[in-house]
Antibody, heavy 116, light 113 residues
Framework: EVQLVESGGGLVQPGGSVRLSCAAS????????MHWVRQGPGKGLMWVSH????????NYADSVRGRFTISRDNAKNTLYLQLNSLTAEDTAVYYC?????????WGQGTLVTVSS | DIVMTQSPDSLAVSLGERATINCKSS????????????LAWYQQKLGQPPKLLIN???TRESGVPDRFSGSGSGTDFTLTISSLQAEDVAVYYC?????????FGQGTNLEIK
């Protein structure tokens, strides 16, 4: 079964940092571009970042560029997102998802809450 | 950035009736090299992650009921549910993956009338 499981979310103070992880199983992780998408409370979906198969190419939404860093470890079948300089506007459920046309599948998400 | 605009924002349809959701992109998302529209439709039920329903504007994903269909090309797209079932209550999103940032529509909340 193809599966993505996120972890690492929690309560973070404004200006703080957190690293999210996404463990992949059931498919050849190293063959796929991977993405992070977030969803604020009661809001729609926003693409955050993507990374190519070997990690050499990354891209970010303007609102997170310079603060977030996407990376991957193909030996561990794991995708990461480092979030720095967090503000309340970054409060959201963060999903990892597999690319290749539309995004499929999606993990259950991990909630990051930025608050003092 | 490509702006994706869905209509309507919310929709109430009787069981067994047709539901139609529209999605318009601010520029064409048709790749001329392969003649494919880089558009997806997702279903998100309450408390769940999104689920991919339709890829390349009209290709239904494996396991998706055939009452769901996608159509359109260029800048105008439609998701149709031919006969609404109770389990179809959800928010539906379109998304373009033609160019980054990969943008989503604002969502359409589908309810039972």
């Amino acid at each position: 079964e193809v599966q993505l499981v996120e972890s690492g979310g929690g309560l973070v103070q404004p200006g703080g940092s957190v690293r999210l992880s996404c463990a992949a199983s059931g498919f050849s992780f190293s063959s796929y571009w991977m993405h992070w998408v977030r969803q604020g409370p009661g809001k729609g979906l926003m693409w955050v970042s993507h990374i190519n198969t070997d990690g050499s190419t990354t891209n970010y939404a303007d609102s997170v560029r310079g603060r977030f860093t996407i990376s991957r470890d193909n030996a561990k079948n794991t995708l990461y997102l480092q979030l720095n300089s967090l503000t309340a506007e970054d409060t959201a459920v963060y999903y990892c998802t597999r690319g290749g046309g539309g995004f499929d599948p999606w993990g259950q998400g991990t909630l990051v809450t930025v608050s003092s | 950035d490509i702006v994706m605009t869905q209509s309507p924002d919310s929709l109430a349809v009787s069981l067994g009736e047709r539901a139609t959701i529209n999605c318009k992109s601010s520029q064409s998302i048709l790749y001329s090299s392969n003649n494919k529209n880089n558009l997806a439709w997702y279903q998100q039920k309450l408390g769940q992650p999104p689920k991919l329903l339709i890829n390349w504007a009209s290709t239904r994903e494996s396991g998706v009921p055939d009452r769901f269909s996608g159509s359109g090309s260029g800048t105008d797209f439609t998701l149709t549910i031919s006969s609404l079932q109770a389990e179809d209550v959800a928010v539906y999103y379109c998304q373009q993956y033609y160019s980054t940032p990969y943008t989503f529509g604002q969502g359409t909340n589908l309810e039972i009338k």
